[in-house]
């Protein structure tokens, strides 16, 4: 017996909703808001389950969905974040863990200082591993713009967080 479209639905949402969350997480830099981003991003995959001709192509309107989202997110308000506070080391300084735990730390608190359009430039081009093109079709914008926001979002990464790069080839 065949599945039906919402079995299949309900089969991606339970599959992948920690991928998407990542991502949204890399995206937003706040829990709370890369929830809300997967949820609204799900919901519109939802309405739009029966016009999809596979079900395999969920993620990738699920996905662009989350960016278009992001992007119209980023115009509508201007939020500024900030990592309130130091987190306590709870690990053994010098163990594996606890560098990699420092390491995603430093990570976290360095996307956090970029704009939301170059997090999302960076997401896409090194997470997501996609294209310039790619990249400028997902977030409605030229070639020229990825490659500007990439260039300005590197430089701040290198200016906010110096050792980051050290460390992570360190890791590599």
Known sequence: MAKSIDDLFC?????????LLRTAFLLTGDRHLAEDLVQDALARTHRGRRRLDDPGHFEAYTRTAMYHLHVSWWRRRKVVES?????????????DHARRTDLKLALHEALARLTSRQRAVL???????RSEAEAAELLHCS??????QTSKALARMREVAPDLLSAVLEEA
């Open 123 to 129: 997401v896409l081009r090194f997470f997501e591993d």
């Open 143 to 148: 070639v020229g713009t990825i490659k500007s």
């Open 83 to 95: 990592m309130p506070g130091e987190l306590a080391d709870m690990v053994q300084p010098g163990s």
């Open 11 to 19: 089969e991606f949402v339970r599959a992948r909703s920690p991928a």
